[in-house]
């Protein structure tokens, strides 16, 4: 049993490594999409029209608010964001949600597989990270 358990510690070494090593570059593209968004926001992209409607009138405009957006988060932020939360103390899903104020849903499911990932462990109440 002890090869097996040799083999784990190896490989848990080796992607520990490899997450260090793309830390960065997923920061960087991380970054860069936050960016193209933005400007995106500010020029949106020419030929991008609306067909006119079946009636010829024009459709109004969203009235989306900012807290409605159903924008997704850039690549591994909300990861990144919850195992920040509990790097120091165990916390509920519902504490991590309303001090990262990402949706207790993705939180849970998130942690669930952070500890699958071996990421986090289950502590006595919540989730802490390993």
Do not use: C, F, H
Request: aromatic content about 2%; charged content about 35%; glycine content about 6%.
């Amino acid at each position: 049993m002890s090869v097996i358990r040799d083999a784990v510690e190896t490989w848990k070494r080796r992607v520990a490594d490899l997450e260090k090593q793309i830390a960065p570059l997923a920061d960087e593209a991380e970054q860069l999409r936050s960016a193209i968004a933005k400007l995106e926001a500010i020029e949106p992209a020419r030929g991008r029209r609306r067909a006119p409607s079946a009636t010829g009138r024009q459709r109004a405009p969203s009235r989306r608010t900012a807290t409605q957006s159903n924008a997704r988060a850039p690549r591994g932020q909300n990861r990144r964001a919850i195992l920040d939360a509990i790097k120091d103390e165990a916390k509920t899903a519902g504490d991590v949600a309303k001090e990262t104020g990402i949706g207790r849903p993705t939180v849970s499911t998130t942690l669930t597989k952070l500890v699958s990932d071996g990421a986090a462990v289950k502590a006595k109440r919540g989730y802490k990270a390993a």
